[in-house]
């Protein structure tokens, strides 16, 4: 069974950093597009990032560029969302997705909780 868990959200003063992780569990990981998406309350879900099956080639949102970096470790499993500069509207629940390079299948993860207050 797939399992793609994320973890490393939580709350954070606005300018600071966090780290979010996404394992991912029986899957061919190296096939695998993954990005992380977001959902703020009464918003659409929209993409944040995204990082090729092999890597290093990456696509971010305008909103996160200079920002937040997304990297993958294959030899784990997972990757990663470094979040620096954080502000209030990063404030939303974040997703990774996997999307099989060659079917197009895809899987989304629990979501972990991103909060940037005072």
């Known amino acids: 069974q797939v399992q793609l868990v994320e973890s490393g959200g939580g709350l954070v003063q606005p300018g600071g950093s966090l780290r979010l992780s996404c394992a991912a569990s029986a899957i061919t990981f190296s096939w695998y597009t993954m990005s992380w998406y977001r959902q703020a309350p009464g918003k659409e879900r929209e993409l944040v990032a995204a990082i090729a099956s092999t890597g290093p080639a990456t696509n971010y949102a305008d909103s996160v560029k200079g920002r937040f970096t997304i990297s993958r470790d294959n030899a784990k499993n997972t990757v990663y969302l470094q979040m620096n500069s954080l502000q209030a509207a990063d404030t939303a629940v974040y997703y990774c997705?996997?999307?099989?390079?060659?079917?197009?299948?895809?899987?989304w993860g629990q979501g972990t909780q991103v909060t940037v207050s005072l």
């Open positions: 997705k996997a999307t099989n390079r060659f079917t197009q299948n895809h899987f």
